[in-house]
């Protein structure tokens, strides 16, 4: 990690935050809190740049999930105000009416619902506080392969940590003073019991080797990665819209579709 200025990074991301906020017009950042490094790292940055007032976590266990005290230790640590909007029902609803149409939920739904659901409940909370403002929590090692949900985890009025690779979110969130265990919880889908090194094949430190340095020694994971992030592209784009050459001019005479 040679070149990486974490106190210089933290200044300048503390700023940005801080303007995106004044842009979004709000006053509150709402983050779900898993207790993991991204979370906890966004939401600690959050506390320095709005003040631990302007912060609320929300905790969304799934059932019974041991590991929520992370969550909890988490809030207690930052003092901020937070709730438990516990989504096991809404997840167990949405899978139960599918059946009850005759669709069988695959693998890929039952992975991906919990996190769009969690998605679905931030933005309530976000309506439910004075300017509340979805941050993302995101990082750029699991983005760069695609590893987060669309419409889910991957969504969020701005993204903080989008552009830093899981070995700097670890350095910003110590340079924050987040205690150790926050930063090393082995991340996971929550369902398998499976890390997401081990369900990827490969570690983050590859994947940010290759992006910081160009270096992926073993050509087998080069060409995963690879692959894994040309197919996942499609999640960082707009929305394609059809517009059939109509031009949208606004006052200025730009074409704003061009
Ligand atoms: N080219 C394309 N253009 C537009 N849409 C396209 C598309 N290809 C697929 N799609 C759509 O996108 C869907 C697939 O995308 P998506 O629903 O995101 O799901 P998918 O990429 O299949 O899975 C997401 C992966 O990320 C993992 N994950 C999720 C959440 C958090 C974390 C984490 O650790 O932080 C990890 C999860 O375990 C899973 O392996 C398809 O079902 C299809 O509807
Ligand atoms: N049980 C939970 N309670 C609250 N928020 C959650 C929970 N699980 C996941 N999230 C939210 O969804 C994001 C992505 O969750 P995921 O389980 O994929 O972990 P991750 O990408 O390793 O992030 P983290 O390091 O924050 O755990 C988290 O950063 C958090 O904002």
Known sequence: MSGFNVQLQLAGVLEWMSQQMAG?????AVI???????????????VAAYGRNHVY???????????????QALVEHLQIPHCTCNI???????????????????RQTVVNLPSRIRMATLYAVAQSVEGG????????????????????D??????????????EVIALGRALGLPER???K???????????????????????????????????????????????????????VYHNGLPMVIEDGTDYYK
Not at 133 to 152: A, F, K, Q, R
Not at 154 to 167: I, K, Q, R, V
């Open 88 to 106: 096991h029902d809404a997840v167990a609803g949405v899978l139960s009416q599918l059946e009850q149409a005759g669709l069988t939920p695959s």
């Open 57 to 71: 976590g929300v905790l969304m266990p799934d059932g019974i999930q041991p590991d929520i005290d992370y969550s």
């Open 24 to 28: 979004c017009g709000g006053k509150t």
């Open 186 to 240: 082995p991340p996971s889908d929550g369902l398998t019991g499976l890390t997401d090194e081990d369900n990827l094949g490969f570690s983050y430190h590859a994947v940010n080797e290759y992006i910081r340095r160009g270096v992926c020694p073993d050509e087998a994971v080069r060409e995963k990665i690879d692959r894994m992030h040309r197919a996942s592209r499609f999640k960082f784009q707009t929305l394609p």
């Open 154 to 167: 991957s969504a969020g009025a701005f993204s903080p940590l989008g552009m830093y690779t899981t070995e």
């Open 182 to 184: 926050f930063l090393i």
């Open 32 to 46: 779900g809190i898993s207790g993991g490094k991204d979370s906890s790292t966004v939401a600690a940055m959050a």
């Open 133 to 152: 403002i979805v941050l993302n929590t995101s990082n750029l090692s699991e983005d760069w392969v695609g590893y987060c949900t669309i419409y889910g």
